[in-house]
């Protein structure tokens, strides 16, 4: 039982900041076990531009040892009230959910709102005064076109439960409002999947993809995303020649899909949906139509004019339709923002003001041309756009870039996921050094495996050991994938990084164990796999009851069967021996 004695009744929401013409309101609907939901109207008789509005009430600090947040990755420390950065949501950034959890892993305070599209500035940070979390959501903070109305939903929450199954009912919550439906999930969003990024970069060779392909089926992986590269020959890793989107790498691009398609891959490429470089014709055509033209990569598209999103549509659903393509990489969505030189004054064919709205109105009818096409297509999105409004448009998040960094990809997975519902959540592309040893790079694999795996290594040139090491996780992944995906999914310890995870369905157990930690076994599982995911050669295991014979067998990173014998797991504590990277698998007897 998760102790929890910090919130009995909600205290007082002031609402703070100056409402000009503005008629606020805030009324409490629901307030039941645990949970209270508030209606929070902003109305005027005529139409103004708002001024920033902010809700905001305060809790005792008991019983809390840190603060989660969609992708605070490493810090989910506790905030002083000094520190003035907040968390920012809107459609293409982060999730506005917090949650304070405490010393036991238990839900202190989970507090969320419906509004995913708009921005918002979030925060809990602790007066040191006198020792409370002062929370608040600010709404209106770049505002710049006028409204008469506006409402949004406010959820708060201190069950006495694990925090993230509060958050995973935010996500359900989320899902019943008719503006974040989420999209249909086809089943090829759910296989493993290789990725040509990190290996090939902008340098693509047509026969080694195919080899490449070759390989990658026969280990378990069923797509290929063609990453940055396809549409030009410059390779310097930069955006100069996007928006006009033609196949200058792979000419014949159809006859290559077909060709992928004939090693039984499915094939998504990738696309940098907001730059126009300048040196495109599409640079020309669009003059005037950007959000900006300073950005570190390319100009940026306006999304509030018809003709921008319908030249996009059309991108996308004539490469479906001439190509065959069975999935899209849509990238760096979280640059469609207001930026210092953006225009608040548009021209007369602009349809949208509200930049979020026009990107909610493009990313729609992306979905909707593209579904149209092939009801089974997969679009892939990435952190920070893996927010509740992009469910409505992608079936696949994927952990942010993070090379060589197994433990930040185990992490990203792990906060995607709580929040994602049955959205596939993928693992960022897997890769390594040449010369890793190879329990090292097994640790790269390992630690993908409470997500979808993405692998991104040259397997052409990878020595066999390491390909049998690639094989036998990707066969552990697929035949446990129901399991491994729709699960009831626990991670561990958010301030340390989630040191172990599990995932249990239907009498079976997975527990990931990542850090020297001691694993807790409890119930009447029928199968029990441990996956020692570390560079240390055993398992720690407390028994909280007698659990009966078990039959073992204890594999190593490369699937080698290194010994089986039957153990009797009795109360107490125990240490298994296990190779390093190794899987432990016991079934009852």
């Not at 020792?131 to 406010?154: M, R, S, V, W």
């Not at 225009?343 to 949208?352: F, K, N, W």
């Not at 696949?396 to 997975?413: E, Q, S």
């Not at 090491?469 to 340390?496: C, R």
Request: aromatic share 12%; proline share 5%; net charge negative.
């Amino acid at each position: 039982m998760i102790a929890n004695t910090t919130i009995t009744s909600f205290p007082e929401i002031t609402i703070i900041g100056e409402k000009q013409n503005f008629r606020t309101t805030l009324n409490k609907v629901y307030g039941d076990e645990g949970v209270t939901l508030y209606d929070f109207e902003v109305n005027s008789d005529v139409e103004e531009v708002p001024k920033p509005i902010t809700l905001q009430w305060k809790i005792p600090a008991i019983d809390v040892k840190g603060v989660w947040k969609p992708t605070t990755d490493f810090n989910k420390r506790i905030q002083a009230d000094w520190e003035l950065d907040n968390m920012e949501s809107r459609i293409s950034i982060d999730s506005p959910v917090i949650s304070l959890f405490g010393n036991s892993d238990g839900n202190v305070l989970t507090f969320a709102c419906s509004n995913a599209i708009n921005k918002l500035e979030m925060n809990a940070r602790l007066r040191e005064e006198d020792n409370c979390f002062y929370c608040h959501i600010t709404f209106f903070t770049e505002q710049h076109y006028p409204l008469k109305n506006f409402k949004a939903q406010l959820r708060l929450d201190h069950q006495d439960r694990h925090f993230s199954d509060s958050l995973r009912a935010v996500a359900a919550w989320w899902e019943t409002f008719e503006q974040l439906k989420p999209a249909y999930v086809p089943d090829i969003a759910k296989t493993p999947l290789y990725s040509t990024w990190y290996q090939f970069h902008q340098n693509l060779d047509v026969p080694l993809l195919l080899k490449e392909c070759r390989l990658a089926k026969n280990l378990g992986y069923q797509a290929i995303i063609i990453d940055d590269g396809w549409q030009t020959f410059d390779s310097n890793r930069g955006y100069d020649f996007t928006g006009d989107w033609q196949p200058d790498r792979i000419p014949e691009m159809a006859e290559f899909v077909k060709s992928v398609h004939e090693t039984g891959m499915k094939v998504a490429l990738w696309y940098s949906v907001p730059f126009c470089g300048e040196k495109s014709k599409a640079y020309k055509r669009f003059k005037g139509k950007f959000l900006t033209e300073d950005h570190r990569w390319a100009p940026v598209f306006d999304p509030r004019y018809p003709d921008v999103r319908q030249y996009l549509i059309d991108i996308y659903t004539d490469a479906a339709r001439d190509w065959n393509l069975d999935g899209f990489k849509l990238d760096f969505i979280d640059d469609f923002r207001f930026y210092k030189d953006t225009p608040i004054e548009l021209g007369p064919d602009a349809d949208y003001a509200s930049i979020n709205g026009a990107v909610d109105r493009l990313l729609t009818d992306v979905k909707d041309a593209l579904t149209k096409i092939n009801p089974e297509i997969f679009i892939e999105f990435r952190q920070k756009y893996t927010g509740p409004a992009m469910r409505k448009y992608g079936n696949m998040f994927r952990a942010f870039d993070c090379p060589g960094d197994a433990t930040m990809n185990r992490l990203r997975i792990a906060d995607i996921r709580m929040l994602a519902g049955n959205t596939a959540v993928h693992s960022d592309m897997v890769t390594w050094h040449a010369d890793e040893p190879l329990e090292i790079a097994a640790l790269q694999v390992i630690n993908t495996l409470f997500g979808v795996p993405q692998l991104s290594v040259m397997l052409s040139e990878v020595p066999e050991a390491y390909v049998k090491m690639i094989g036998f996780y990707t066969k552990y992944w697929n035949e446990n994938a129901d399991l491994l995906m729709n699960g009831y999914f626990l991670p561990s310890k958010p301030l340390a990084n989630y040191p172990t995870q599990r995932v249990s369905k239907n009498g079976h157990l997975i527990i990931g164990v990542y850090d020297a930690w001691v694993v807790e076994l409890d119930g009447a599982y029928t199968q029990i796999d441990i996956l020692n995911a570390q560079i240390a050669t055993q398992v720690v295991i407390q028994i909280l009851s007698d659990l009966g014979a078990y039959a073992c067998k204890v594999y190593d990173c490369q699937g080698n069967l290194i010994r089986e014998e039957n153990v009797v797991f009795s109360k107490g504590v125990t240490e298994v021996e296990v190779p390093e990277c190794g899987i432990i698998r016991a079934e009852k007897i």
